[in-house]
């Protein structure tokens, strides 16, 4: 049995120990079943909840939730459109979202895959620098898609490397 400062206070028998975290007013709560004996700890139970419970919050808040943006490509799609959506695509992979590139075929496009899987091509090598893929093109019924993650930077405590200041 442990006592409410953290101090050991010996093995005991269940009715002592109920008895003894009474008299203080507190709970006696099993922090270790499986133990031989089991450990028992005299704690006021509501704050020890509480504080679980804040702790959880806590890892909670810490927690990041990446979202897969998609951007739609057709494969007849233009030089600006191409550019206005890849400018979209970087930016949402530096802000650490996942991006969703499709390439939806419609009739007789089908015929011509390879101008779809052109344009994911250029999409992979143009955003190299901030993305990596995670899934390669592949067709799905009538689209072809290709799934790019945010660049993981090797080496956690190195700095950032950044467009030199003027």
Not at 7 to 26: F, I, N, P, S, T
Request: hydrophobic fraction near 35%; charge should be neutral.
């Amino acid at each position: 049995m442990i006592g409410e400062e953290g101090e050991q206070l010996g093995v005991m028998d269940v009715r002592d120990a109920v008895r003894a975290a009474r008299e203080k007013g507190l709970d006696l709560v099993e922090v270790a079943p499986n133990a031989d004996p089991p450990v028992c700890r005299i704690i006021d139970f509501g704050k020890y909840q509480y504080e679980a419970k804040k702790k959880a919050n806590e890892a909670k808040k810490k927690q990041v939730t990446i979202t897969v943006k998609e951007v739609k490509f057709r494969p007849g799609t233009d030089d600006h459109d191409y550019e206005y959506r890849m400018k979209h695509a970087r930016e949402w992979l530096q802000d650490g979202d996942k991006v969703k590139a499709t390439i939806w075929f419609r009739g007789r496009e089908m015929t011509h895959r390879e101008l779809g899987a052109r344009i994911l091509e250029r999409l992979e090598h143009d955003l190299s620098d901030v993305g990596e893929v995670e899934a390669r093109p592949r067709m799905e019924g009538n689209q072809m898609f290709i799934i790019l993650g945010p660049k993981r930077h090797k080496g956690g405590g190195a700095a950032k490397p950044e467009a030199p200041t003027q």
